[in-house]
């Protein structure tokens, strides 16, 4: 199989993305997790958005999604998309834009208040949760943001899929540049942060998916712009990454199985807490 060695990421020839001046991280990651799209607006439906309502999108990345949650809330409701990544915050602010929507840099682990004197009614949180080591912590936070009636829809990675691992030993033996910040837990470690929170679980759930690389380029290009450019293809010997080709390409593409979970929370009912005396 021949191995082709990635574009050079600011090879941008896309006529349907803006030209701005943004760094192309942001925008191969756009580009590249399509995958991760789909299952975001299968979250959207199952967090059953309603017109009116303040959506905080949390790790909001490019801001595809979080447009999409300013559609549903119309006018009369707001959407506030936070993401440490100031680049893909850049490009959120530059290509989603409605008079409902808010973009901030921000991490889950510093959140202030969204809205002033204003509850959340929705926490949405898309492919995230895996970027954060202290989970339970960051839910009772957010529980602290929450409307008494307002609900928590989460969708996270549970554990490295096993292509990326190999192609990430590769470039990086000892694990320590790329791997470092992932935070993966399987679905009974997040039911059990949930209620360590005073979280309810509404629902929870664990399942397979499959995103496929039409190429090795797509795949690396992919890879490089998820792990915020710390994976570096060019770090890998080209016989190793040629071996790899050979070994995984299935008539030239890449296929990465994941396991992933989602779960919707709650404010567990008053009268769960018992009676105040
Ligand atoms: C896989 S992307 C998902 C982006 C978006 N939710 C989507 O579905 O397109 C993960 C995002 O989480 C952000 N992130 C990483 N650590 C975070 C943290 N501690 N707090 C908030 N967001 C974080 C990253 O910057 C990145 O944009």
């Not at 995958?35 to 909001?60: N, S, T, Y």
């Not at 100031?86 to 008079?99: N, Q």
């Not at 996270?156 to 899929?161: A, K, T």
Request: some cysteine; hydrophobic content about 40%.
């Amino acid at each position: 199989m021949s191995c082709e060695l990635p574009r050079n990421l600011d090879d941008d020839d896309d006529p349907t993305m803006p030209a701005i001046p943004v760094p192309h991280a942001a925008q191969a990651y756009r580009r590249g997790s399509l995958w991760q799209k789909g299952r975001g607006e299968h979250l959207i439906e199952l967090a059953g958005v309603r017109r009116g309502e303040l959506v905080l999108d949390l790790g909001c990345g490019t801001g595809g999604l979080t447009q999409q949650l300013a559609d549903l809330v119309g006018p009369g409701g707001r959407v506030v998309g936070i993401d440490p990544d100031e680049a893909r915050i850049a490009l959120a602010r530059e290509t989603a834009v409605a008079p409902n929507l808010e973009f901030r840099v921000g991490t889950a682990e510093t959140l202030g208040e969204i809205a002033r004197g204003r509850p959340v009614d929705v926490v949405f949180s898309n492919f995230v949760f895996h970027w954060i080591r202290d989970k339970r912590a960051v839910l009772r936070r957010l529980r602290g943001l929450l409307h008494p009636a307002g609900r928590i829809v989460v969708q996270c990675v549970s554990s490295l899929p096993v292509l990326v691992g190999e192609l990430s030993q590769l470039a990086d033996p000892s694990g320590e540049t790329i791997l470092r910040d992932f935070a993966f837990e399987d679905a009974a470690a997040l039911a059990r942060h949930v209620h360590g929170a005073g979280l309810q679980l509404i629902r929870l759930e664990e399942q397979q998916g499959t995103h496929v690389y039409p190429t090795l380029d797509a795949l690396l290009t992919w890879w490089r712009a998820t792990t915020h450019d710390r994976f570096d293809p060019r770090a890998i010997e080209p016989a190793a990454l040629a071996r790899f080709a050979e070994q995984h390409g299935e008539g030239g593409a890449f296929l990465v199985h994941e396991t992933f979970c989602w779960f919707e929370a709650r404010i567990p009912p008053a009268h769960a807490w018992g009676r105040r005396g």
